[in-house]
């Protein structure tokens, strides 16, 4: 099947990219540098902008599934979410698009805030509160556009690469424990749900 993956460069993302080719999909990777990539025969690289209506169309168009896989370490990025989210709903109508999008914010992100532990509470609050206000506009607009969407919280992410287990949570409740997930795990969850979606229009929280 044909994946476009937009922020593919890093992360997630690249992460997912490299677990896609070994599954023998086709790939089309968007990011601001793809030269963290791998080439391969089954792979398109294109480098572009998230936020840019052209590039994501460019990305998009005639894929069976769409990871949403963007993250940042700047602080000044408070809009980079919701304007992702602007310029792919408008590709989406565009193209009437009805492939599945798969889209990454994080556990802390819309209703989910109010299951934090008291640690992430304080380390949001600390130093990923605008974008973590801005990932919930994310899903705000995602969810009431006509995009065929699933939202993913994963909790805390690492690099590991020991932990083939990790648990999927359908539903919020009270003294839910979510933790660390390895990068590594968010890409095979999101692969196998690019292949058969099995949760759309909802929301998905992955821990370890």
Request: net charge positive; with cysteine; proline share 2%.
């Amino acid at each position: 099947m044909k994946i476009a993956i937009i922020g593919a460069g890093a992360g997630i993302g690249l992460e997912s990219v490299g677990l896609a080719l070994k599954r023998g999909h086709t790939i089309t990777a968007l990011s601001r540098n793809t030269d963290d990539i791998p080439n391969h025969p089954s792979l398109t690289k294109m480098n572009g902008s998230a936020t840019s209506a052209l590039d994501l169309k460019n990305a998009i168009e005639g894929a069976d599934a769409v990871l949403v896989t963007v993250g940042t370490k700047s602080k000044k990025a408070t809009m980079l979410f919701s304007e992702i989210a602007k310029a792919l709903i408008e590709v989406c109508n565009e193209l009437n698009f009805s492939s599945p999008v798969l889209v990454i914010t994080g556990f802390g992100a819309g209703e989910s805030k109010g299951y934090l532990s008291l640690f992430m509470k304080t380390v949001i609050a600390l130093f990923l509160k605008d974008q973590y206000v801005d990932k919930t506009r994310m899903e705000e607009l995602i969810i009431n556009s006509s995009i065929k969407w699933e939202i993913i919280r994963p909790g805390m992410l690492t690099n590991n690469r020991n932990s083939s287990s990790y648990r999927v949570l359908k539903d919020l409740s009270k003294g839910m424990k979510v933790g660390k997930i390895s990068r590594a795990n968010v890409a095979k969850f999101l692969i196998g749900e690019a292949e058969e979606p099995r949760m759309l229009n909802h929301f998905v929280t992955l821990t370890n």
